[in-house]
């Protein structure tokens, strides 16, 4: 009976143990889970405000799969960042001049709220969450919750040493990035008011430039 009773005991702990397991979701599943819901989205747009240093931007954002995206700016006003066909195009309005390069897929990743973005993530980085599976507040006043995950390079060769991100528990959407570079200070950028899978046309992504623009091509390999 004691041995029955042991045995029973054991059975018991074991399944629990399991039933626990279960409940457990690794940092890369769930990171791979939002990758997969991102990849599901045709289009969407959203808000976003952008901090570096002293340095403040805000603007709208817009993509299309696979690979279409674009940033209108309100601070600084009318300034534009934009990727179509391996082709970025960044207008500055203060020096009125629209910069051009040609970029691979890879190298543009154009942005780290996308689903090629995400990509390239899992792929050149590993995952944990920052302090435990469970949802915590955007910030300490917020009542906001998110899922708080940290990315580590993998290679001395990545532009950010850690990308922090946080992930809303209600919509899997990208709520925050925070991208610490090898050298300078953090980039902060926050995404709100999305809207998923609106009517978005490729027009939107091919920039024409005001006329009195200065264009200088190549210019991230210009003396």
Request: aromatic share 12%; proline share 4%.
């Amino acid at each position: 009976m004691k041995i029955k009773k042991i045995l029973i005991a054991g059975a018991v702990a074991l399944a629990s143990t399991f039933v626990f397991a279960q409940n457990i979701t690794t940092a890369s599943s769930y990171f791979k889970s939002v990758s997969e819901y991102y990849a599901s989205l045709k289009t969407y747009e959203a808000d976003f405000d952008l901090e570096q240093g002293k340095q403040e931007m805000a603007g709208h954002f817009s993509y299309k799969a696979p690979d279409l995206l674009r940033l209108d700016f309100s601070n600084p006003q009318e300034q534009v960042f934009c990727y179509s066909s391996n082709m970025l195009t960044i207008y500055l309005p203060g020096s009125a001049a629209v910069l051009q390069q040609s970029v691979s897929t890879d190298s543009s990743g154009a942005s780290l709220a996308t689903a090629q973005g995400l990509n390239l993530m899992n792929r050149y980085y590993t995952v944990a969450y920052e302090n435990s599976q469970d949802p915590e507040p955007l910030d300490a006043d917020s009542d906001e919750m998110v899922y708080k995950l940290v990315l580590y390079k993998r290679s001395t060769a990545e532009a950010f040493k850690t990308i922090r991100l946080c992930i809303s528990v209600d919509t899997k959407l990208i709520r925050r990035v925070e991208a610490t570079p090898n050298v300078g200070d953090p980039i902060i950028m926050n995404f709100f008011d999305y809207k998923l899978n609106p009517e978005i046309s490729d027009q939107r992504f091919i920039y024409d430039a005001p006329s009195s623009a200065n264009n200088y091509n190549n210019f991230l390999f210009s003396e």
